[in-house]
T-cell receptor
Framework: DAGITQSPRHKVTETGTPVTLRCHQT?????MYWYRQDPGHGLRLIHY???????DKGEVSDGYSVSRSKTEDFLLTLESATSSQTSVYFC?????????????FGPGTRLTVL | SQQGEEDPQALSIQEGENATMNCSYK?????LQWYRQNSGRGLVHLIL?????REKHSGRLRVTLDTSKKSSSLLITASRAADTASYFC????????????FGKGTKLSVIP
């Protein structure tokens, strides 16, 4: 599982509340990604990070912010959750050594915004 | 916007049969990858094919790539019930940060 954990695994919250999802890795990989998965859309990239304090937007970044103050943690924040942000969120890492090109995914967080 | 589009959206076959899934994409790529997702789980990498390769094998998996048609296919031979999952293609354009753009997936059901 490439040492990736996500917390919480499930969360139900109300519209307008802030929510933070955490992705933690144990292998000090430089690249980390946040995706959301919705029926009929596959996975869409929200934000990604290429190092501590280095982040950039993905395809569907509106309404989301991220932070990476330590190599091992990549946080995704919904400042004011909306029902359209109900989704399953996946974190992924990409190793940068050994010629590996694939991404490794965490188990996902199912978020419901009522 | 989605780069890869899988076809068919859903596929149901009998155990022992072969399953073929197709992926089309829009822009030039550095490589194309296939992932599998079991229900309620994260994605798992299956196989990668580079833009200068035409075919690649890994166990019961065979991937082809036609860059002139911007398409790829994944063949699973002698399918098993355990192959039941959703399969996604993902393209790497070679731009910085190794971003992948995923298709919407093919849901494969293998009937014992």
């Amino acid at each position: 599982d490439a040492g990736i954990t996500q917390s919480p695994r499930h969360k139900v919250t109300e519209t307008g509340t802030p929510v933070t999802l955490r992705c933690h890795q144990t292998e000090n990989h430089r690249y980390m990604y946040w995706y959301r998965q919705d029926p009929g859309h596959g996975l869409r990239l929200i934000h990604y990070s290429y190092g501590v304090k280095d982040t950039d937007k993905g395809e569907v970044s509106d309404g989301y912010s991220v932070s990476r103050s330590k190599t091992e943690d990549f946080l995704l924040t919904l400042e004011s959750a909306t029902s359209s942000q109900t989704s399953v969120y996946f974190c992924a890492i990409r190793p940068t050594s050994g010629g590996v090109n694939e991404q490794f995914f965490g188990p996902g967080t199912r978020l419901t915004v009522l | 916007s989605q780069q890869g589009e899988e076809d068919p959206q859903a596929l149901s076959i009998q155990e022992g049969e072969n399953a073929t899934m197709n992926c089309s994409y829009k822009t030039s790529i550095n490589n194309l990858q296939w992932y599998r997702q079991n229900s309620g789980r994260g994605l798992v990498h299956l196989i990668l094919i580079r833009s200068n390769e035409r075919e690649k094998h890994s166990g019961r998996l065979r991937v082809t790539l036609d860059t002139s048609k911007k398409s790829s296919s994944l063949l699973i031979t002698a399918s098993r019930a355990a192959d039941t999952a959703s399969y996604f293609c993902a393209t790497d354009s070679g731009a910085g940060s190794y971003q992948l753009t995923f298709g919407k997936g093919t849901k494969l059901s293998v009937i014992p």
